[in-house]
């Protein structure tokens, strides 16, 4: 009974994921119409930053409980997701490849891989102590102001596309967006809830429940809606959610995560394939976004593949 119950509570979910994440994605470029404002940075602070709440729950949830290692595999895994076969996926349903020519998402794809790496770096030592803690939240400081710096990647002009001013117009689509985004977050927790169970069930190592279960749980939110801005043509909205939301789950989540309870590696094996995959996607989603400022179909489906075989290497080793 309870395995029947999960598995019908995982299909509803997906399915008001697929629904919710359009509504969010029409909402959120409305409103950054009205104020004017880069859809980059819309995505980054209003989008990446709800995403990553999935991310922040498991990982207070788990550092409370001494086991903050799970909430590590999660951004490991999630971020090995966003960099390879979100980007990827998006990249083959958008119309020709994904457009990368403005300089604000040029430089923030530097932040993002460099980002993505740090807490690797940190953790050789096989600790992710406190003082590494607050290195991981500067650095997500660091990037805010340097984001809001100046006003060119605050402002965009958006063509000929007219929207009405009228504040009830703002209003009702904040409305929207906001129902949309809870409707997707709900969808997403009950996904995780789920996936938990279904490792339980089957006795899957704590690793694995961090890197494939809970980390494509979370990830959920954004692959889908990546896919419903790429299809719509915003790049910037797409782009924007990713590298926000790889730079606050590799800083600010993990930061406060490792400020609760550090994180210790016993076992560095544990994570050596997903440290590896990591360092490899980050790599070659910023050659791609920097070879003609543009991910083209090619490059997506190589991004797939890496995803691919990260998940083969995991199962066989």
Not at 117 to 142: E, K, Q, V, W, Y
Not at 143 to 171: H, M, Q, V
Request: a positive charge; proline letters at 2%.
């Amino acid at each position: 009974m309870s395995i029947l119950f999960h598995t019908l509570a995982f299909i509803v979910a997906c399915f008001f994921l697929v629904f919710s994440g359009r509504h969010l994605i029409d909402s959120l470029s409305k409103i950054s119409r009205f104020l004017n404002w880069k859809e980059f940075v819309v995505a980054f602070f209003l989008m990446a930053l709800g995403v990553s709440l999935p991310n922040f729950f498991v990982g207070i949830t788990s550092a409370f409980n001494k086991i903050p290692q799970l909430s590590l595999g999660d951004i490991i895994g999630g971020n090995i997701i966003d960099l390879s076969i979100v980007v990827g996926l998006a990249a083959l349903v958008s119309r020709a490849g994904l457009t990368a020519a403005s300089s604000t998402v040029q430089e923030t794809a530097f932040f993002t891989v460099f980002i993505a790496l740090l807490p690797l770096l940190l953790i050789s030592d096989m600790t992710l102590s406190r003082f590494d803690g607050i290195i991981l939240i500067l650095a997500f400081i660091f990037y805010t102001f340097w984001l809001f710096s100046k006003k060119d990647r605050f402002t965009k002009i958006y063509g000929r596309i007219k929207e009405p001013k009228s504040f009830g117009f703002f209003l009702k689509n904040l409305g929207y967006f906001f129902g949309s985004f809870i409707v997707v977050l709900l969808s997403a927790n009950l996904i995780v809830a789920s996936a938990k169970f279904f490792a339980s069930y089957f006795s899957l190592p704590l690793t694995a429940i961090g890197i494939f279960i809970i980390g494509l749980g979370n990830s959920l939110p954004e692959m889908f809606f990546s896919l419903q801005a790429a299809r719509k043509g915003e790049d910037w909205l797409m782009l924007g959610d990713i590298m926000g939301g790889v730079i606050i789950t590799a800083t600010l989540v993990l930061g406060i995560v490792s400020l609760i309870c550090p994180i210790k590696i016993t076992n560095f094996s544990e994570i050596a394939i997903g440290r590896g995959f990591l360092a490899l996607s980050a790599i070659f989603f910023l050659i791609f976004i920097r070879s003609g400022r543009k991910i083209t179909k090619r490059e997506g489906i190589f991004l797939v593949l890496i995803y691919i075989a990260f998940l083969t290497v995991e199962i066989l080793f």
